[in-house]
Structure formats: C-alpha cells, structure tokens
C-alpha cells in the first residue's frame, strides 16, 4: 500500500484539525529540540571515542 500525494494531503488535514496550529508549531518546535539534543550528545561520545 502507497500513499500518494492526495492521501498525504488529507492526512496532514486531519492533523491540523485535531491538533490545531498552535499546538501542532509546539509540537514541531518540541521534536526539534529533541533531534538537536540528540544529535549533540552522539557527536560528544563520537568526540570522546576518538580522543581514548
């Protein structure tokens, strides 16, 4: 099963409606955070496996 464009169109509808704009941009803002943290906290392991 393949989602095409008019069903990724009506599912994002979807979502704005039960969510709303102002909780949907927190929500983004929200996952955000989280992939930088993430990304920060691989690159400091990365950082000090390369140093032993």
């Known amino acids: ?11 994002l509808a979807i979502i704005l409606l039960l969510f709303g704009t102002s909780r949907l ?10 992939i930088r943290g993430f990304k920060s906290e691989v690159d400091t392991k990365d950082d000090k496996q390369d140093k032993q």
Request: proline letters at 5%; hydrophobic letters at 50%.
């Open 1 to 11: 099963m393949r989602l095409g464009i008019p069903e990724l169109i009506l599912i």
């Open 25 to 34: 941009a927190g929500l983004g803002k929200g996952l955000g955070q989280a």
